[in-house]
């Protein structure tokens, strides 16, 4: 009803300015039908300037001063939180699965170039980050410099983005949970198959689809997969983990970090003693026509699926209200998380690679897998295996740190339900926010496979990018003068232009090279959800960046009465 009251009080401040409007008694039930020409055409603009209204960067500036978050991140907790965020799946899931699926040791060019395209996007963030210092991340970004259409599109995205990674890494997770319990029990089914799987899984033939996934039993029957019940516990847990407050969930997530950092230091120094050079050859495997897999398109598209790795900078700029010193930590915790993981990533691709021959490498738990093909002793196997659980926990503790604040941001704008913006006054978290996105995240990592989610999260993470390079390029132009933390090293030319340009052309190159139609028609469809159920229903009615013409006109009305 609210809404309704909004669009009324909104027609009724526009239709006394349209020219040669019939005479009628009640504007704001006016039928666009009975509208001249002339006054649809002047109706246009003004439709036009408020789908696309921006928010000032001084209304940003007094939103962060207003902020009921508790300021307690330094820059060591934003760089591990982008390490908790970006090192995980990639490292203990991906890389099996595309080297033995999709590249070969190619995969390692795989990394390179996801990691370049992700450096410009970092400088780009980083940038902004310094300036637009409140949650919300790409979504605040863009609402400064597109307007808020394209905003809600891009948080639309991000709402994507971060709920289906999070689903994937559960998924992960529960992989790596289920081998470490089979490897301690020494009984590989210490877990009934048809309980920790998804139900279906994707393939391109005989036609694309989704189909059931049939998993071996202890007696040796076949069945098909139940859902993958380890991977929704896991998310209800963190889920009551982020309800507690921002500090208790960064001495979760640096603890996990640590943990994890010291497993892919293990993997590596171990790891070496059991390379074969052999196993690299051939470096590009021949191509598949038939699975467009291998050779130079597979470098492509498993660049496309890891670059699903590397949104974990992104999950650090929707702390920003969160932060002791915005300004300044979060460029270092962007572009020093990102550095770090990166030489992690690659380094992690070649030893993997070079232990046994990529056609054997496990795909469900690719690192310790490998290292027990390779005879490792089984301390090292576990090890690896325990670091894995808590490494894949803490990107998703990560993630599901991001999401939340990203919607609240949405609804705090009027984008999105106005519950949705609750911060608890005793915890001082979005605990409605995160509470809804545990729901969603709990239920898609049960029953969709890992490889479906993380192509849909890479899409979503390369548009976040390209938005965010456009929105650089628009403020070196639009307000030079705004003081910047950090910029783009190189002036305004290289800094201001080439790295920007350069950073949204990579992330659109990346998306046609290595995407499919499949991925492609499911991420328009959510945007067509969106679009037409969420938006156009709701947010378009509520914005807060047209509120101020219904209160204008409400306050007419009152002096008018008075």
């Not at 990639?90 to 190619?106: C, E, N």
């Not at 089984?378 to 990203?406: K, Y």
Request: aromatic share 12%; charged share 10%.
């Amino acid at each position: 009803m609210s809404g309704l009251m909004a669009s009324m009080l909104w027609m009724r401040s526009v239709l006394p300015h349209l020219p040669h409007l019939p005479h009628l008694p009640h504007p704001p039930f006016v039928s666009v039908s009975r509208l001249p020409v002339s006054s649809l055409l002047a109706l246009a603009p003004i439709v036009s300037s408020r789908l696309f209204a921006k928010k000032s960067l001084i209304s940003i500036d007094k939103e962060a001063a207003e902020t009921n978050y508790r300021r307690a991140l330094n820059w060591w907790d934003l760089t591990a939180l982008g390490i908790a965020a970006i090192i995980g799946s990639g490292i203990f899931v991906l890389t099996g699965k595309v080297a033995h699926s999709v590249a070969g040791p190619s995969v390692i060019i795989s990394f390179i170039i996801s990691g370049i395209v992700s450096a410009l996007a970092a400088l780009c963030y980083a940038e902004m980050a310094s300036m637009v210092n409140i949650s919300g991340s790409a979504y605040s970004y863009t609402y400064v410099t597109l307007g808020e259409f394209i905003a809600w599109i891009l948080g639309w995205d991000l709402i994507l983005e971060y709920l289906v990674g999070s689903a994937a890494v559960a998924v992960g997770w529960s992989y790596y949970f289920s081998s470490f319990v089979a490897d301690v029990s020494n009984n590989p089914f210490a877990f009934d198959p048809r309980w920790v799987n998804a139900p279906v899984f994707w393939s391109t033939t005989p036609v694309p689809g989704f189909y059931a996934n049939p998993v071996t039993l202890a007696d040796g029957t076949t069945a098909n997969a139940i859902m993958n019940v380890p991977a929704a516990v896991l998310t209800i847990l963190l889920t009551i983990i982020l309800c507690l407050g921002i500090r208790q969930s960064a001495w979760v997530i640096n603890f996990f970090v640590a943990l994890k950092l010291l497993v892919v230091l293990l993997f590596i120094f171990a790891g070496i003693a059991y390379v074969r050079p052999q196993n690299w050859s051939p470096f590009i495997p021949t191509y598949d026509p038939v699975q467009d897999t291998f050779g130079n398109p597979g470098i492509f598209k498993a660049a496309l699926t890891v670059f699903f790795a590397y949104i974990g900078f992104d999950a650090v700029s929707t702390t920003a209200q969160e932060a002791k010193n915005p300004q300044r930590d979060l460029p270092i915790g962007i572009l020093l998380s990102l550095g770090i993981c990166t030489v992690l990533y690659i380094v992690v691709c070649i030893i993997l690679t070079g232990i046994v021959p990529y056609t054997e490498i496990p795909i469900t738990s690719p690192v310790s897998g490998a290292m027990k093909i390779a005879g490792a002793p089984q301390w090292i196997v576990v090890t690896i295996e325990l670091g894995a659980i808590f490494g894949l926990a803490s990107v998703m503790a990560a993630l599901m740190t991001g999401q939340p604040r990203i919607f609240q941001a949405m609804a705090n704008d009027g984008l999105l339900p106005k519950v949705i913006a609750h911060i608890n006054p005793k915890t001082q978290t979005p605990v409605v926010a995160i509470i809804i996105c545990g729901v969603i995240v709990a239920a898609a990592s049960a029953v969709l496979p890992v490889d479906v989610l993380a192509d849909l999260t890479s899409v979503g993470t390369l548009l976040a990018f390209f938005v965010v390079s456009v929105s650089v390029w628009i403020l070196r132009w639009t307000d030079r003068d705004r003081p910047r933390r950090f910029s783009i090293p190189g002036g305004f030319i290289i800094g201001g232009n080439i790295i920007p340009g350069l950073s949204a052309i990579a992330s659109l190159a990346l998306i046609w090279v290595g995407g499919s139609t499949t991925i492609t028609i499911r991420v328009f469809a959510w945007m067509g959800i969106g679009l037409f159920l969420v938006y156009l229903t709701f947010g378009f009615w509520k914005s807060k960046a047209r509120f101020p013409v219904a209160a204008e006109v409400q306050a007419d009305e009152v002096d008018g009465k008075l």
